[in-house]
């Protein structure tokens, strides 16, 4: 198992590299020009994301792509055309795993489209629990973030079709996809694709201090990693089977050091201080 640091490390592909900054890890895509997606990219990004998930310092995960143009446009185009139909089809079931990985891993996922985030890019997003946009630059251009994959004859295969009418509905996120729109971060925030948008200059340092919101000592990390349990895997059980799941992350909870310093904080009127255990 590769352990995160401080120090940037490449992940064995060299297609992610990750470090861990004050309990947040960020995972980021690389590769020239548009940090395109390949089997190779999400060998690595599959390998960060286990190795965050096992890292008692880490409380929070951050995706964004290498330089200021792209997060992500989806991907290789290239690739694809070169492999057997058979090829694809394992490409992109372990694509979904990898999305399914992030949606599983029990801490906060963000992602930070610091660019073009369309077609795959925005499906990788979508797995996220959290998408924070950068907003156009003044008198610039932003990105932009849909998913067009039908104007290449296709559909979009990473989990786009599904993700998206679940956080949108069926109708909207079918208008969506037939339509091909694209959007600017604006007005993707006006759709509800982002969650909010934080500002072009200095947009890193702003999602760094918007994800130590979740982390120890100022959160209390295993609590929101149970509540993003119950929600992903909870929404589409029976409500007594969801129930029966809220009270056993409840109750692991309340067994943590985190509950009883929250309780005893709150009792005394003084700020918790949380440790993440």
């Known amino acids: 198992m590769i352990e995160l640091t401080g120090d940037w490390q490449e992940m064995p592909q060299g297609k992610v590299r990750a470090r861990v900054v004050q309990r947040v890890a960020w ?22 994301v286990l190795a ?5 310092g880490v409380d929070v995960l951050v995706l964004c792509g290498a330089g200021e143009k792209f997060f992500c446009a989806g991907a290789d185009i290239g690739m694809l055309q070169e492999v057997t139909p058979r090829w ?17 891993t029990p801490k906060l996922v963000i992602a930070a489209l610091n660019g073009h985030c369309v077609g795959g890019g925005l499906e990788v997003a979508l797995a996220a629990d959290i998408r924070l946009a950068r907003a156009t630059p003044e008198g610039g251009k932003g990105g932009r973030i849909g998913l067009p994959e039908v104007k290449l004859g296709v559909l ?15 109708s909207r996120a079918m208008k969506m996809m037939v339509e091909a729109s694209t959007y600017t971060p604006e007005d993707a925030l006006a759709e509800g694709l982002v969650h909010e948008l934080l500002p072009a200059e200095g947009f890193e340092e702003a999602v760094q201090a ?11 990390s295993m609590a929101v990693g149970n509540i993003k349990r119950a929600v992903q895997s909870g929404a589409d059980l029976p409500l007594e089977s969801g ?9 692991r909870l309340f067994e943590s050091a985190d509950a009883k310093e929250g309780l005893a904080a709150f009792l005394e009127k003084r700020p918790a201080e949380f440790e993440g255990r």
């Open 52 to 56: 965050a998930r096992f890292d008692d």
């Open 243 to 251: 129930l029966a799941l809220e009270r056993e992350l409840q109750q």
């Open 210 to 220: 918007y994800a130590r919101r979740f982390t120890a000592p100022h959160a209390a």
């Open 27 to 48: 995972l980021v895509l690389q590769e020239e020009p548009a940090n395109s997606y390949s089997y190779a990219m999400m060998r690595d990004l599959d390998e960060a």
């Open 156 to 170: 979009p295969g990473t989990g786009g079709t599904q993700r998206l009418a679940r956080l949108l509905g069926p």
């Open 88 to 104: 694809k089809y394992s490409f992109c079931l372990h694509a979904n795993e990898t999305m399914l990985r992030l949606e599983h």
